[in-house]
């Protein structure tokens, strides 16, 4: 990637006067790419303090943040609050059109990142997690070493970062409304840093880690972490331990041990010092003495600024130093790490939840309409209008997951959620419960629960269950239920009585029906219940998609992507009988991803259930169509779903907003009857 030779400076605005923002002024000052342009404090006196400090003009010291946002000298904003307020303001500055660099940790937690990369995202402006020490040839040259296998193949990385100070309530190291603790004030560092050397020994940027456990000692009265450690294990083998503290000094360094040696690094963090004054020892196994490498480098703060400018002058979505793909892995490793301990911040918890989103403002609908927004159908027997694409509450990992995901499924217009009494051994439902209760939204949600699942389908299984989600869910009704799995021991309408009671008590208000139940056994209990004069099933949650489904994932499991389903349900649309589909798996679990090659066997579960020459054939077709419209393969995989000739609705469990973000890339695409039959092999031309 080039960079033009003389790029103009970049204009910096510095948003909050406290010492780190002071330590990137004087950084920024000896920077080749920037200059401070503005500053921007809570009130006049820091400002001025702050301006006089650093050499900022009057008229663009600013009394307040908003000020500086609108300041149009403003090219780039360093945001420097503590890191509670990050989300808000990261936000708010990425509306305002100005790029970002946040002071480390971006936020409390996964979900907050999430929040302020995809606001940065939509605004078109680069983004990056000040964490300086990764623009440092120190750090540069460390992956250097593992990357050229100086120490053989990595097997331990060892790093900590902590120091002893003394508890004062008040102090933000200490609060927990602040954040504090050691885990993200400075251990942030020594995870980013393992992860960092996880992926250069493996040819990758970085590394995530498929398991994170550990100790830690909690603060008795604020209940944050004086010290804590990890283990880390990676895909590779790669194992990592690390500490941190900030209520003892412990050794700050860095080591990767490997099969022909070990890398030491004295100061990886802070690395401040000039002329010689950082180093990193190679001992290669069998040598007598280290290789010492002396690292000459100026201020890491104006090393950072410029690697950010000369990113965003180049035209760069991400600074190669430290995307916000990084940012996202590290904080969801914090997560794990704070899990292990117990620690959990009291703005985390659904108790604290009110009416704002993460992003401290009201939670509002986009603009219907907007190719942002999900479109929504109808149910027979619910009056609601229902999102097309129902969101799966079944992999919130915290309130703050949730809350991010759901917030902003619920921005674009969505509002169904597929639940089920055996997810999360009852957590999700609470959490998806506390986040209708906190954000009001209970009477607008369309809630799906399920229940019933092998080996307890039983009718009063059922009743005790459903009567148990509603508790969990803080509601005294659900809008859809379907019985997780059949029963064949059961006759169908002694089922069907049991959800017709429930329906008839109130706790149902809208259709039943069965997931992974056969069209037979709905046939069987719809016609019991003509007889009888109760509601019939009007719901099947069937797995359905392009790919014929081999072999179920789960024992109990049933397709409808069959011929003779697909013709069943669509005799029944649009007549009084008419069953609506809410397909699930509806992009065969990755089938329609690069993950799926026919000599990529490494996901067993993957060729178990979907390889098969003729869904090779589909999965060639819809690549081919899909290049010609324009859209992912997936996209297109989960469109076809979408147009049925039946009601059909898909369920999609994205862990991530960006994740959300391209499942609604199929609400964009149409396909003729012609193309839809071309895919699922029922003619040969289109």
């Not at 059949?486 to 008839?504: K, S, T, W």
């Not at 169509?625 to 049925?644: I, M, T």
Request: net charge neutral; with cysteine.
């Amino acid at each position: 990637m080039s960079t033009p030779a003389n790029p103009e400076p970049l204009r910096w605005g510095i948003l909050s006067t406290g010492r780190i923002a002071g330590t990137f002024a004087r950084g920024l000052a000896a920077s080749r790419r920037g200059r401070l342009v503005a500053v921007g404090s809570r009130s006049a006196e820091s400002a001025a303090r702050f301006a006089a400090e650093h050499g900022v003009a009057p008229e663009h010291t600013h009394a307040s943040y908003e000020a500086l946002l609108a300041d149009p000298e403003v090219e780039a904003v360093y945001l420097a609050t503590p890191h509670p307020e990050h989300i808000e303001w990261a936000v708010k500055t990425a509306e305002a059109g100005k790029h970002l660099l946040c002071e480390k940790p971006a936020g409390l937690n996964h979900g907050e990142a999430m929040v302020m990369i995809q606001a940065a995202r939509r605004a078109g402006v680069l983004f990056m997690e000040a964490f300086m020490y990764r623009c440092h040839p120190q750090t540069a040259k460390v992956v250097e070493l593992v990357r050229s296998g100086a120490i053989g193949e990595v097997r331990l990385i060892s790093a900590g970062f902590g120091f002893r100070s003394d508890y004062a309530p008040e102090s933000r190291l200490w609060k927990n409304a602040l954040g504090g603790g050691g885990i993200l004030d400075v251990g942030c560092y020594p995870m980013s840093f393992a992860r960092l050397v996880a992926g250069a020994a493996t040819g990758a940027p970085f590394a995530e880690p498929v398991e994170v456990t550990g100790s830690g000692q909690l603060h008795p009265e604020s209940g944050v972490d004086i010290c804590a450690t990890a283990t880390l294990r990676f895909a590779s083998g790669i194992l990592a331990q690390l500490s941190t503290a900030i209520g003892v000094a412990i050794d700050n360094a860095a080591r990767i041990f490997g099969t022909e040696g070990f890398i030491e690094v004295p100061h990886p963090w802070v690395v401040m010092k000039s002329g010689g004054g950082q180093v990193i020892r190679l001992q290669r196994r069998g040598a007598s003495a280290p290789e010492i490498f002396e690292i000459d480098a100026p201020n890491v703060y104006a090393l950072e600024a410029d690697a950010f400018a000369e990113a965003l002058r180049s035209g760069a979505r991400a600074v190669p130093a430290m995307p916000p793909e990084d940012t996202l892995g590290n904080l969801a490793a914090l997560d794990r790490w704070r899990r292990a301990i117990g620690l959990e911040y009291a703005a985390e918890k659904p108790a604290a939840a009110g009416p704002l989103t993460l992003a401290r403002r009201p939670l509002a609908r986009r603009a219907p309409g907007s190719p942002e927004t999900i479109p929504a159908g109808r149910i027979a027997g619910l009056a609601k209008p229902v999102s097309r694409l129902f969101m799966g509450c079944d992999n919130q990992l915290s309130f703050s997951h949730g809350a991010a995901m759901w917030d902003d499924y619920f921005e674009r217009g969505g509002n169904a959620f597929d639940t089920a009494y055996i997810y999360g051994g009852g957590r999700m439902e609470r959490l998806l419960g506390a986040w209708m209760r906190a954000r009001g939204v209970r009477e607008e949600a369309v809630v799906l629960v399920k229940g019933g699942h092998t080996p307890l389908c039983t009718p009063d299984q059922i009743v005790r269950q459903l009567r148990e989600s509603l508790d969990r869910l803080q509601t005294d009704h659900c809008d859809l239920y379907c019985l997780h799995r059949d029963n064949l021991e059961v006759p169908a309408g002694e089922l069907l009585e049991a959800l017709a009671g429930e329906a008839r008590a109130g706790r149902i208000r809208g259709a039943f029906g069965g997931s992974n139940w056969s069209t037979a056994r709905i046939a069987e209990a719809n016609a019991y219940a003509k007889a009888k004069g109760l509601p019939g099933f009007g719901l099947l949650s069937n797995q359905f998609s392009l790919a014929r489904m081999v072999e179920a994932p789960w024992a109990g499991c049933l397709s409808a992507s069959d011929a003779e389903s697909r013709a069943w349900l669509a005799a029944r649309a649009g007549g009084p009988e008419e069953v609506a589909l809410l397909a699930w798996s509806s992009q065969a679990r990755g089938f329609f991803t690069e993950r799926a090659a026919p000599e990529r066997l490494e996901d067993k579960e993957l060729v178990r259930c979907w390889y098969a020459p003729d869904n090779w054939e589909r999965r060639a077709r819809l690549v081919a169509l899909a290049h010609e419209k324009g859209v992912s393969p997936p996209a297109l995989a989960a469109a076809y779903v979408l147009a049925q000739p039946f009601p059909a609705f898909a369920l999609i469990g994205p862990r991530t907003l960006a994740e959300t973000e391209s499942s609604l890339e199929c609400l964009r695409v149409t396909l003729s009857l012609a193309e839809r039959a071309w895919l699922n092999l029922e003619r040969d031309s289109r």
